[in-house]
């Protein structure tokens, strides 16, 4: 083996190691099982959206289909033999609202979950923050040697009396 192949195989061991060490880090871990759950959410909001949402719409507008409601600029110019001479231009107004519609929803739930974690933080640190307090009102109990001690004084001073 060459010294040049050495250091080629050198290099991918180091590469490979490098690489374990960064995908063994629970941060990369964190991250993925947070792409994963992210993924799973951006599911459940597409469909409150597509299933739940956009039917209500359509309900109070009239249409079957709140995806369709479109603008169109141009129609679509087609032969006698079915051929499409000219592509029609329409604007997809549904579908636009319904993406707007998905990310507010996904907006308001993060949302939702920062306030709550934020709310739980407080709530944590103002706790510490009274135990705190609590330990340094309150004197510290004397142990006993310092209770024997003064015991032994008191009992000097009246012996002296």
Request: negative net charge.
């Amino acid at each position: 083996m060459s010294n040049e192949s050495k250091s080629v195989t050198k290099k991918a061991r180091g590469l490979i190691g490098e690489f374990k060490a960064f995908i063994s880090r629970g941060n990369v871990i964190d991250m993925a099982v947070g792409v994963i759950i992210a993924t799973a959410f951006g599911k459940i909001t597409t469909s409150l959206v597509n299933d739940v949402v956009m039917p209500a719409i359509s309900y109070f507008i009239g249409s079957a289909d709140a995806t369709s409601l479109n603008i169109t600029l141009r129609p679509e110019v087609v032969d006698e033999a079915g051929n499409i001479i000219t592509e029609g231009i329409t604007l997809g107004i549904g579908t636009f609202i319904g993406t707007i519609i998905d990310f507010l929803l996904v907006a308001l739930v993060v949302f939702l979950v920062i306030k709550a974690m934020n709310s739980a933080k407080d709530k944590m640190e103002a706790a510490l923050h009274k135990e705190k307090e609590a330990a340094e009102e309150a004197p510290p109990e004397p142990s006993q040697e310092e209770v024997l001690l003064t015991e032994i004084r008191d009992l000097l001073k009246e012996q002296k009396k």
